[in-house]
């Protein structure tokens, strides 16, 4: 009997055979090199990506020349004016198809080489560069959610819903992990590309999978976490699979899905370090409002649907801080209350947040003196 595709959760091209996909991706490739860069589109959300031949392997960033691609088919010009530029900033191993083939992560100037609108690594750059001397580490913990193609959480009975919350989070077994085939591929492609991830854990929400990256320093966080997410969305795709970054992709009881952001300074690390941590908290503290704006895509829309204040979150409305408090919006982990040293957990980044835009706002509220009344968002004049 023909099964109809609607039936499957599955994409098509993932039953085809990857047997025979070996047998090509066996071929001696003459001494060139496949590069693809990779970047960020108009949504400020999704990646693209294409690929070009250079005759020999780069050796390091400096080596991949620029490109451009068309703009007005990522929503991010005009047609008639559609010529936007790919300025390489970060070269990895290529996961799929093997050294010496490089992927790199660029970002995007427009036609007069001014940052696109979703191009927040310029200003981030700028910042991070500002605030150098303090040698600022972030470790982002990227939760995600894995769909079927008919939009609905993978392995979830169709149309419904499987038993309620309780034995998935960390959980082992057909009926409480869904989708480790994906998780633990995306693993070894991440450090096999040279993504500096730290670990995972399978999530409280069944089909929903944490991983960390981290700890990085200054823009190599933002540049990490892009890339990651790039393996994340191209490892489920062999698979047939769908990956969202949704803040709460199931309404009711269910999980949503945040990206933490630890922080810490040399200071923050060093003996006695706790007093600066509470410094930098009661600076964020007053500028909670400007942080929750750039804290996911849509300027708080999509948090709001995730910060509740239940389901380990504290309220978009309020903030909070606590020794190892899990319902709050700042939480100092236990250990570094008994230290007395160590990094913060912002728990408020949306799961689809820019990092470059939410590590930027915090270099910015805790270490740098903005004038009163400025945003944590805008670019900050040197
Ligand atoms: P949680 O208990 O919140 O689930 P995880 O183990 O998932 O914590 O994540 C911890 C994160 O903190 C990792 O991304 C790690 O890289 C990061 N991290 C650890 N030490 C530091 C530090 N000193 N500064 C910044 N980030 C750190
Ligand atoms: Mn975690
Ligand atoms: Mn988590
Ligand atoms: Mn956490």
Same mark, same amino acid.
């Given at each position: 009997?023909?099964?109809?595709?609607?039936?499957?959760?599955?994409?098509?091209?993932?039953?085809?055979?990857?047997?025979?996909?070996?047998?090509?991706?066996?071929?001696?490739?003459?001494?060139?090199?496949? %590069?693809?860069?990779?970047?960020?589109?108009?949504?400020?959300?999704?990646?693209?990506?294409?690929?070009?031949?250079?005759?020999?392997?780069?050796?390091?960033?400096?080596?991949?020349?620029?490109?451009?691609?068309?703009? #007005?088919?990522?929503?991010?010009?005009?047609?008639?004016?559609?010529?936007?530029?790919?300025?390489?900033?970060?070269?990895?191993?290529? =996961?799929?198809?093997?050294? !010496?083939?490089?992927? /790199?992560?660029?970002?995007? @100037?427009?036609?007069?080489?001014?940052?696109?609108?979703?191009?927040?690594?310029?200003?981030?750059?700028?910042?991070?560069?500002?605030?150098?001397?303090?040698?600022?580490?972030?470790?982002?913990?990227?939760?995600?959610?894995?769909?079927? /193609?008919? &939009? *609905?959480?993978?392995?979830?009975?169709?149309?419904?819903?499987?038993? =309620?919350?309780?034995?998935?989070?960390?959980?082992?077994?057909?009926?409480?992990?869904?989708?480790?085939?994906?998780?633990?591929?995306?693993?070894?492609?991440? @450090?096999?590309? &040279?993504?500096?991830?730290?670990?995972?854990?399978?999530?409280?929400? !069944?089909?929903?999978?944490?991983?960390? /990256?981290?700890?990085?320093?200054?823009?190599?966080?933002?540049?990490?976490?892009? %890339?990651?997410?790039?393996?994340? *969305?191209? %490892? #489920?795709?062999?698979?047939?699979?769908?990956?969202?970054?949704? =803040?709460?992709?199931?309404?009711?009881?269910?999980? &949503?899905?945040?990206?933490?952001?630890?922080? #810490?300074?040399?200071?923050?690390?060093?003996?006695?370090?706790?007093?600066?941590?509470?410094?930098?908290?009661?600076?964020?503290?007053?500028?909670?409002?400007?942080?929750?704006?750039?804290?996911?895509?849509?300027?708080?829309?999509?948090?709001?649907?995730?910060?509740?204040?239940?389901?380990?979150?504290?309220?978009?409305?309020?903030?909070?801080?606590?020794?190892?408090?899990?319902?709050?919006?700042?939480?100092?982990?236990?250990?570094?209350?008994?230290?007395?040293?160590?990094?913060?957990?912002?728990?408020? !980044?949306?799961?689809?947040?820019?990092?470059?835009?939410?590590?930027?706002?915090?270099?910015?509220?805790?270490?740098?003196?903005?004038?009163?009344?400025?945003?944590?968002?805008? !670019?900050?004049? %040197?």
């Amino acid at each position: 009997m023909l099964l109809k595709a609607s039936m499957s959760s599955f994409s098509n091209s993932s039953h085809l055979n990857k047997l025979v996909r070996q047998e090509y991706m066996r071929l001696p490739q003459g001494g060139k090199c496949q %590069v693809t860069y990779i970047w960020i589109d108009g949504t400020g959300e999704r990646l693209r990506n294409k690929t070009r031949t250079l005759d020999s392997e780069p050796k390091s960033i400096k080596d991949i020349p620029e490109w451009n691609f068309d703009g #007005s088919s990522t929503y991010q010009s005009i047609g008639s004016n559609s010529d936007m530029y790919l300025v390489p900033v970060s070269m990895f191993r290529d =996961p799929f198809t093997l050294d !010496p083939n490089k992927l /790199v992560l660029c970002e995007v @100037l427009t036609y007069n080489r001014e940052p696109a609108d979703t191009n927040h690594r310029a200003h981030c750059k700028k910042v991070m560069d500002m605030v150098k001397e303090h040698c600022m580490w972030f470790g982002m913990e990227q939760e995600y959610t894995l769909l079927g /193609v008919d &939009g *609905h959480p993978f392995s979830w009975p169709s149309g419904g819903y499987p038993a =309620p919350q309780g034995p998935y989070y960390c959980g082992v077994g057909a009926d409480s992990a869904f989708g480790r085939d994906i998780m633990e591929c995306h693993y070894k492609a991440c @450090l096999y590309a &040279g993504v500096n991830i730290c670990g995972t854990n399978a999530e409280v929400m !069944p089909s929903q999978w944490e991983y960390q /990256v981290g700890p990085c320093e200054g823009i190599e966080m933002g540049d990490q976490l892009w %890339v990651s997410r790039f393996l994340l *969305h191209r %490892v #489920s795709e062999d698979f047939g699979v769908v990956v969202t970054f949704d =803040p709460k992709p199931m309404k009711g009881n269910w999980n &949503g899905a945040g990206c933490h952001t630890n922080v #810490s300074t040399k200071q923050m690390r060093e003996e006695g370090g706790l007093q600066y941590i509470e410094k930098a908290i009661e600076k964020l503290r007053k500028k909670h409002a400007e942080h929750i704006k750039v804290y996911d895509p849509q300027g708080g829309e999509d948090n709001k649907r995730r910060l509740t204040g239940l389901h380990e979150t504290s309220s978009i409305h309020d903030f909070s801080f606590g020794v190892a408090n899990r319902g709050s919006s700042i939480r100092i982990p236990r250990q570094v209350g008994e230290e007395k040293k160590g990094y913060f957990e912002d728990r408020r !980044p949306a799961a689809n947040c820019d990092p470059y835009s939410v590590t930027a706002a915090i270099a910015t509220t805790c270490l740098l003196d903005l004038e009163e009344g400025a945003t944590v968002g805008l !670019p900050v004049a %040197v």
